[in-house]
């Protein structure tokens, strides 16, 4: 098979691809270790495939991000991680020790926000139509409204008192040809970034960010504290990252002509990005660190601000805390050989990285049994579902044998929480790791979880025994 540059690049040895936060190593006898525990071992102890979850990378990534933007940014920063990423709940338990406060969708991922250590004034609830008991609840609890449409303001208000004011930010769309520098090839809908960003349905566009913050001030029930935007990760160049925070600040000061209004806060929402990105749908590395958004961000507001008092800045990191935090883990089965290719199956498949089938997403795989071994020729690593499964598509390896583990970086963001259970596949177990111990958070699922929701009703029940 003809290699492409990426296969190539793909045959990197683990000290290529390590970023400061992995605690990934080989030992002498070419196994990988997880912050000292082989992988071989948890699979053997825990079962395959296992989501492997680190605690010191996620608390490296939480002090990582504080201190790029405090060291950038003098009016102050605070993190509120976007439970939608991850929502394992020992998870959010680590970032609630690190101070991390949390940014949520619905009911649901506010309560596991609420109850898993973040103290209701640190929350923030988004949403583009969120419903009045989501609101309610996140108001019984002091949290930030992102206000993302007319209606919310009376229900806020029918809420409130003039006496203890909820405090909201208003969600503002950006659209500016700014963004149109930068290479739209993220976007699915639009050629031009600031076209797609214009059809995105989230926030308010400068016109009716207007008519919005007015009739905020009216209300004596709320009280604005800011701004919120969030684009998202469509570029990795700390440019694009400016260019987000300096349009805010544009729309701040285009509001404060009118209203006189001006932010405590400018909140940049997420999209951070790191070091290694499956989302960059290739396999070369992040050349910039989250120092480098940090100090573009700062540059571009400061000016873009001149001379006003500096709101604070908040971030709703999701893809950065957690990114290279998880890894997970399959065994290999089968592996066919025929018309000169090479299939290498996997227990698991992209059921659980299903990043890959919807953002064509790119995972780094490393052959964790077999790490001294030369790479002897390219495959196809496959899941066993009836789908192609494609988990990574002429990747070159050692001769892979039934039973070795293998193991996919990089995946906290986005892949337990939309994963699934096509073809009867239970989920698998999460375990989390740290120096001298392995414990559960997520045990695996049996048929049991996959099938106890479902209700024969009488009338069709051929299993009953008819009298
Ligand atoms: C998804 C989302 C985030 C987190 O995004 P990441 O790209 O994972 O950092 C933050 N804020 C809002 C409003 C979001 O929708």
């Not at 987000?244 to 929402?269: S, Y």
């Not at 999209?271 to 989250?290: F, K, L, T, V, Y």
């Not at 559960?440 to 996959?450: G, H, N, S």
Request: charged share 20%; glycine share 8%; net charge negative.
């Amino acid at each position: 098979m003809v290699s492409s540059k990426m296969d190539q690049i793909g045959q990197t040895q683990l000290s290529e691809i390590r970023i400061p936060s992995d605690v990934l190593e080989v030992d002498p006898e070419g196994h990988l270790r997880i912050d000292g525990h082989r992988a071989s071992d948890l699979v053997a102890q825990f079962g395959s495939p296992l989501y492997v979850t680190v605690e010191s990378t996620l608390r490296q990534n939480c002090h990582s991000i504080l201190a790029a933007f405090n060291a950038h940014w003098p009016a102050g920063v605070e993190v509120f991680y976007a439970i939608k990423t991850n929502n394992t709940l020992a998870i959010r338990h680590i970032l609630s020790q690190e101070q991390i406060g949390g940014e949520c969708f619905g009911l649901n991922e506010y309560r596991a926000t609420l109850e898993n250590g973040v103290p209701g004034d640190r929350i923030i609830l988004n949403g583009s139509d969120k419903s009045r008991d989501e609101i309610a609840l996140a108001l019984s609890h002091g949290s930030v409204i992102n206000i993302d449409h007319e209606d919310e303001i009376a229900v806020i208000a029918g809420l409130s008192s003039a006496a203890h004011p909820a405090r909201v930010n208003l969600r503002i769309k950006l659209h500016s040809e700014a963004f149109d520098q930068f290479d739209s090839a993220f976007f699915k809908s639009a050629d031009k970034i600031s076209d797609a960003l214009a059809a995105s349905k989230w926030g308010a566009s400068l016109p009716e960010a207007l008519r919005l913050v007015q009739l905020i001030l009216a209300e004596p029930r709320l009280k604005l504290i800011g701004l919120s935007s969030h684009v998202g990760r469509f570029s990795n160049l700390p440019e694009a990252a400016a260019v987000g925070a300096a349009e805010l600040a544009k729309v701040a000061i285009a509001l404060q002509a009118e209203t006189g209004f001006w932010p405590e806060v400018l909140d940049l929402g997420g999209g951070w990005p790191r070091q290694r990105e499956p989302e960059s749908r290739q396999s070369a590395m992040n050349p910039h660190a989250i120092g480098d958004y940090a100090a573009a961000v700062a540059q571009a507001l400061t000016q873009a601000l001149g001379g006003r008092p500096l709101p604070k800045l908040w971030l709703e990191p999701g893809r950065y805390l957690v990114g290279n935090a998880v890894l997970l883990l399959g065994r290999v089965g089968a592996v066919r050989k025929d018309l000169g290719r090479v299939w290498t199956h996997m227990d698991a498949s992209t059921n659980h990285l299903m990043r890959i089938e919807t953002s064509r997403s790119w995972y780094h795989v490393l052959p964790a049994d077999r790490m001294h071994a030369p790479y002897e020729a390219t495959t196809d690593i496959v899941g066993p579902t009836c789908i192609p499964s494609l988990l990574a598509g002429g990747r070159p390896m050692p001769d892979l044998k039934r039973g070795d583990v293998v193991a996919f970086l990089d995946a906290g963001m986005y892949a337990e929480v939309i994963s699934n259970q096509f073809n009867g596949m239970p989920r698998p177990a999460n375990v989390l790791v740290a120096a001298g111990r392995a414990d559960l958070i997520r045990r695996r699922e049996t048929y049991a979880d996959i099938f106890g929701t479902h209700l024969v009703p009488d009338h069709i029940d051929v299993t009953a025994t008819k009298p």
